[in-house]
């Protein structure tokens, strides 16, 4: 019987000192000033008594479970900081203030319940936030005496909170029966950055930045919290960067240059292991760019126009151009003569006026001056009712539209005329035109040398290049073969708008003979007055072979078709100042399918 009573004794004891514990969410054990309930509490009559007496109008007494809650067992601080914390409702604490409020980080006083502030569990804020807590100070804002604590609402400027031996009060933030001289504001530090918080904090400045702009923390100052961006930082810089043993309110944030550029500011608070506690994120950016005019600069009848950035405007032109529909996303600009004539148009975009210089264009039609076999033309603005060509006869209209139209020359007719279009519009322009064809003969004789003999039924063309380029920008000119007497005589009609040209007469490889040319070329500037004859194709006989040919120097491979088995000799000259000098000679008998190597030095 006796061990029982130990054992019971042990029991109260040991259940009663856990009871005295009060803990904060970090962990801190809070023992100074912490008393455990009073069993000695009032009678239901007296509580309800109690209850009575603080009832007055804009107070709401608040029922404790379903009894009357005035009592002793429990204070403001033990009901706002432990009972609605970590200890519950039933973990009754009535927690008496040890010293005047204590700034976070000050250890003067070791276990009391500043501790909640002071190892980090709260984060004090600039303002009411729920859920949150608030401490009514008197006697200055630092270092005053606490006198209550109080639990924020949904509804903001109404707290909950217990008044002393009094009931539990929902009532106004300046309602309370001590006088006070300022509030302070806590989150749980864990909330903060988190939709725990209905107003959440927040870095106070603007979204957007063309310029070196200062950030405020939602924050009273040495929070330990420090300054981050995000990355890639996308060229933005924070200054005034600080660790979390100093006191931070404010950044200063400088944007690169550019147009929507965007990085996150982050404060960040983390504990003595690095692990972070708290995150509040603003997201920053720069400037779009400004709203532009889009359309043409040239209005040529017509021209559509719009806001770069999709907007809708209002629309306007100056003399000699006509806008329709006025406001809109869009709209379309009507050039009055085709001129040339100078204006602007101008959008009025959230009360920003936009311009952008016109031009109404000068109809012409464009093509070329001169024309020998087929040319197009086309009209830079408008659309055409008919196409003529005067005088008639001088093209042949192959096809037309309303913007374009291609001709034929008549070859037999050499004259000048024009291209001419009616528009729409009732205006008509035209273009002058020159045929610029003219007839030549061109005559020839393909012949062997030494022996001269002739070389008959051999196919010639001929082919008008334009100097100093490729084969693919010239025309076929005349085609044919040479006669039994080793002569050709062809007719070809000359492109005069050709200028600066030559003629390529060109003929296939002999597989009997070495070709040193396979093709001759002549240039004169009047092909009216030119006739070619006597165009002689320079051939040599496989039996016997002399060549004379120009390769630079720079080559070092240099490939030449001979006759089997006849001795060949090679002479290697330079030219020095004008001068021919002998560098190296080797000769050698040519052996058929095979490489023949000659060994020149240079």
Known sequence: MKNLVFIIIFYVIFSYSLNAQVVTPNGSQV??????????????????????????????????????????????????????????????????????????????????????????????????????????????????????????????????????????????????????????????????????????????????????????????????????????????????????????????????????QSVTLKAVKKDSGEATLAVITKNISTPSPPPTIDGPATVCSTGTFSISTGQ????????????????????TVTASAQNGQNGTVTAVVNGTSITKSIQACNLSISGPDKICTTATYTINGGQALSWQVQPTGMCTILSSSATSITVSANFTYEAHGVIAAYLTSGVGIAKPVTISCSKSNINGSLRVIPSGEGLANVPVEVSQIKNGTLWSTGRKVASGKTDKNCVFNLKGTIDQSFVTTYLDVSIPYQKNYINVSIEERFWNPNYATLDLSKLDFVFYNRESCYITTSQNARDTIRQVVTAADVYTKIWLWKRINGELILESVDSLICKQNVNNLFNLYY
């Open 31 to 260: 023992t100074q000033g912490v008393t455990s309930p009073n069993d000695n509490d009032w009678t239901v009559q007296e509580r309800a008594g109690m209850d009575a007496s603080y009832l007055v109008p804009g107070r709401e007494i608040l029922y404790d479970v379903s009894n009357p809650s005035s009592t002793y067992t429990y204070n403001c601080h033990g009901y706002a900081w432990h009972m609605t914390g970590l200890g519950g409702l039933s973990d009754r604490k009535w927690i008496v203030p040890q010293l005047p409020w204590l700034e976070p980080g000050d250890n003067s006083i070791t276990n009391d319940f500043s501790l909640f502030w002071r190892d980090g569990s709260y984060t004090q804020v600039s303002r009411e936030i729920h859920p949150g807590k608030v401490l009514y100070l008197s006697g200055g804002s630092s270092g005053g005496s606490i006198k209550h604590s109080a639990n924020t609402t949904d509804v903001p400027g109404v707290y909950k909170s217990k008044w002393g031996r009094g009931p539990l009060i929902k009532h106004s933030k300046n309602d309370y029966e001590e006088t006070f001289s300022s509030l302070k504001y806590y989150v749980k530090t864990g909330d903060v950055g988190t939709s725990v918080l209905n107003s959440k904090l927040f870095i106070d400045g603007p979204g957007t930045i063309s310029s070196q702009t200062t950030y405020t923390l939602d924050i009273i100052s040495d929070q330990g919290f420090v300054w981050e961006l995000s990355s890639p930082s996308n060229g933005f810089i924070i200054q005034n960067v600080n660790s979390p043993s100093q006191s931070i309110i404010s950044v200063k944030v400088t944007p690169p240059n550019g147009y929507n």
């Open 312 to 331: 809708s405007a209002s629309w306007s032109v100056t003399s000699g151009f006509s806008v329709s529909p006025s406001t809109g996303v869009s709209t």
